[in-house]
């Protein structure tokens, strides 16, 4: 280990500055004056019905855009509704010839809107775009003939999620003229009725035209219908930080991003103090100027960034950053408990996830809730065979169980790597007090869901889906995991070998962490490895890599982990015939294997052959080196993913932990300095100004969405959730169009919890916490023990009002 801290402390010394974060600002191949920005940004016409019906879906076209129901009395004339001699001008428009049976009949017909991008966006087959950016300027347009004036006609807009209340229909008389002639209607989208936020029209999908009072006959056709406005697209706020806090002595960074932000290069901003409720108190504690961090460019961002550094700010407390004439950041904590905070309740989300038992209310709050699925659940294969799995972690807004191995060789790592700083009691849940560190039992819990579906042969499962043949959950939609009607069944018949293998590797690092506090439980797991080892190595002809790579790289953890609890000679000369496997690295991130977590494991082992150990530390460090590179090009200093998962906060996360063990095994700074940009960019510091854990500060996201636990009598979304917020089915979209294209809205709103994106942050702050207990840290001031702040308890949901009651950016003149 002499060499790797003799390089480490050599890399500390000729870092003075722990990373290089004044970026240079990118370079613009044309220069981009207000008046070209503003026809950039400017928010484009959704088209519901002009010319043509085709849809574009991810599965090609479908003439499928116009639909009719009768939810009152008695109409006829709803079948037929699109027509050639309906139309304006073009092939089709929309034929009204209706008929009410019996008085105060009521009816709707909901379009559903071409996609003309980047003004709506489709996600998983639904076109969503957002009404309140059009309400400032913007109107609903359409040409109408016959008489339709005094027949109660109306129109709104409609979210189809299930958890949207309707729209109330907004009168058209007000708008219409008398005649039956083609007449052109304009109605104001700020006149329009569109107050209740449950109706949730940030992410609107249709157009709704219809009458709750109607009664004798309409005849009217309509035609060219689209929703315009000549105003800018809304914009999150400018000033950007990480909404939980720095540390006194770490580098302090926030940014300053709006498209329209023109020269603010140089400009003042400030530090001020904030009290416990985030209200600004006295005269600025420091100042200084921004600095230009990129140019507007409409490939990626599509924003002016800018940076405020102010690191000398280092007194423990709480702040604001203001940037005069436009405006100010939300309050954020400087203080030294800011990782230990972070992990409190990161980790605890596990808890939140758990299968086969009930959340106590003495450690679950308002999110307590009942046993859920403790009956013996039957395998797909054969469902005479049953098993008892009352463990493991349900994977994410449903009620199946993965195996998540990918996420217990991280989490059990950075565990090792900081051991000291973890107690029992820590994450107060129903294990606290039993000798054992609460993060040891959190991780057991879902290995021992891997126990209790390991075969007799030694072969491991552990998959746990609703239905035989997987999928979501049908019947179980918002009725609560107490409630849930769905069956399951251990997938049997859908087996993989290098899961499997995964799953020897798992048990076998639960044995050894185990060991020092629960010698009985370690041998327990130390004898499911061995049984899943000697099965692995007489199937290796069933290994089959799906996503590429070399299939033997889990073989290589496994014995890694085998090796460092049994000390087995049989086990290194496995670990020497596949030391020179090379993990698939996919742009900026290994993909889909495990060498790079046997590398970190065998480095980690005092016993360790120091060639190897050279060896692995080198190429781990060696291959995350590129990352400086790519985080430099970028105004926000992460990384972009090419290849998927776009923009989530889990891959960041998880990126954090990968910097964070190269800091430890190689000394070099840099590496943690790196680290920490990534967890600001997670804390809030992003494009969208949201902190991407929920309920842990001020403005983070407050509704995931997820189809069991999400129920009524919650009045929000329990702490430390981090959702994916990817671009589905769009992996590759630029942020500056996934960012225009509403994907903001859907998936601040309802994009899936998943164990899958909560583990690389959690091990990346257990690398840096100093192990507070979190009521020491309350009792000091830091995170206010009152509500929002007191474990357990929410914030408000920031969304409670819609997005277009915010602010807009103010055009600062050049």
């Known amino acids: 280990m002499g060499k790797m801290q003799s390089t480490g402390l050599c890399a500390a010394l000729a870092v003075c500055s722990v990373l290089a974060l004044s970026l240079p600002a990118l370079a613009t191949a044309q220069e981009w004056t207000p008046e070209r920005i503003a026809e950039a940004t400017r928010l484009q016409e959704i088209v519901f019905l002009r010319e043509r019906i085709e849809r574009q879906n991810p599965w090609g076209l479908t003439n499928n855009c116009a639909w009719g129901e009768v939810i009152g009395g008695k109409v006829s004339g709803l079948g037929e509704l699109l027509s050639a001699a309906a139309a304006k001008a073009g092939e089709c428009g929309l034929r009204l010839a209706l008929d009410a049976e019996t008085p105060d009949s009521a009816w709707r017909v909901t379009l559903q809107p071409e996609l003309i991008g980047p003004v709506a966006f489709r996600d998983r087959g639904k076109p969503y775009f957002d009404v309140y950016g059009y309400r400032p300027q913007g109107a609903l347009e359409f040409d109408l003939r016959g008489d339709a004036k005094g027949r109660g006609l109306g129109v709104t807009f409609a979210c189809m999620h299930r958890s949207a209340r309707p729209a109330s229909l907004t009168p058209m008389d ?80 926030g940014l300053v991003a709006g498209s329209r932000l023109f020269g603010l290069d140089g400009a003042r901003f400030v530090i001020r103090r904030a009290d416990a409720a985030g209200a600004v108190l006295g005269e600025p504690v420091h100042e200084g100027r921004l600095a230009l961090r990129a140019s507007f460019e409409p490939v990626v961002y599509g924003e002016w960034v800018y940076e405020a550094d102010f690191t000398p700010v280092a007194e423990p407390g709480r702040y604001v950053l203001e940037v005069p004439g436009v405006g100010a950041s939300v309050p954020f904590f400087v203080h030294d408990g800011v990782y230990d905070y972070l992990f409190h309740h990161l980790a605890r989300f596990f808890f939140f996830q758990r299968n086969g038992c009930a959340l106590p209310p003495a450690n679950a709050f308002e999110w307590a809730r009942g046993e859920i699925y403790t009956d013996p659940i039957p395998f797909a294969g054969d469902e005479s065979k049953t098993r008892l799995a009352r463990h493991g972690w349900i994977d994410a807004g449903d009620s199946r169980i993965f195996p998540h191995t990918a996420r217990i060789g991280p989490l059990l790592l950075a565990w090792e790597m900081s051991r000291a700083k973890h107690f029992d009691g820590q994450l107060n849940i129903p294990e606290s007090g039993n000798g054992v560190p609460d993060l040891l039992d959190e991780v057991r819990w879902h290995v021992e869901f891997l126990r209790e579906v390991q075969l007799e042969d030694g072969a491991c499962l552990g998959y746990l889906m609703t239905g035989r043949r997987g999928g979501n959950p049908q019947r179980g939609y918002d009725v609560g995991y107490e409630n849930d009607p769905d069956p399951r069944f251990i997938r049997d018949d859908r087996f993989s070998y290098d899961e499997s293998v995964r799953i020897c590797a798992s048990f076998a690092m639960m044995a050894r962490c185990l060991q020092p ?84 494991s065998y480095a980690l082992d005092p016993d360790a052959d120091a060639a190897l150990r050279d060896s692995f530390v080198s190429r781990f460090v060696g291959q995350l080196g590129v990352l400086f590179d790519l985080s430099a090009t970028d105004p926000y200093g992460v990384a972009v993913y090419p290849h998927g998962w776009f923009h989530s906060p889990g891959r960041i996360g998880e990126t954090a932990w990968l910097l964070l063990t190269a800091w430890r095994l190689s000394g070099q700074q840099r590496f943690r300095a790196l680290a920490e940009e990534y967890l600001h960019y997670v804390g809030g510091r992003n494009c969208y100004r949201l902190c991407t854990i929920t309920n842990v500060a001020p403005q983070s996201v407050s509704t995931p969405f997820h189809m069991l636990e999400w129920t009524p009598r919650r009045k929000a979304w329990f702490p430390g959730c981090m959702p994916y917020m990817a671009v589905d089915h769009s992996g590759n979209l630029s942020r500056f169009v996934s960012r225009r294209w509403r994907d903001t809205r859907i998936n601040w709103y309802f994009s899936e919890p998943c164990i899958g994106f909560n583990h690389g942050a959690t091990a990346a702050v257990m690398l840096l916490m100093d192990g507070r207990r979190y009521d020491d840290m309350l009792r000091t001031g830091a995170f206010p023990g009152t509500q929002p702040y007191r474990p357990g308890l929410p914030f408000a949901p920031s969304n409670n009002v819609p997005w277009g009651a915010e602010p807009m950016v103010p055009r600062v003149p050049g």
């Open 174 to 253: 007000p708008y219409l003229a008398t005649g039956d002639g083609w007449q052109h209607v304009v109605i104001p989208i700020a006149d329009m009725d569109l107050g209740r936020p449950d109706t949730l029209l940030h992410v609107a999908e249709r157009l709704v035209i219809g009458s709750d009072k109607f009664s004798g006959s309409l005849h009217a056709d309509l035609d060219n219908i689209v929703l315009r406005s000549d105003g800018p697209e809304p914009e999150r706020g400018p000033v950007r930080v990480d909404h939980v806090g720095y540390r006194p002595q770490g580098h302090k960074i």
């Open 517 to 600: 506090y629960d010698a009985d439980a370690a041998e327990t797991y130390r004898d499911c490895a061995l049984r899943g080892w000697d099965w692995a190595r007489a199937n290796e002809s069933q290994s089959a890599r799906r996503r590429g790579g070399d299939p033997r790289d889990d073989l290589f953890w496994a014995a890694v982990e085998l090796w460092r609890l049994t000390k087995d000679p049989s086990f290194h000369a496995v670990i020497a015939e596949l030391a020179g496997l090379e993990p698939q690295w996919d742009s900026n991130a290994w993909k889909d294997d495990s060498a790079h977590v046997a590398w970190v």
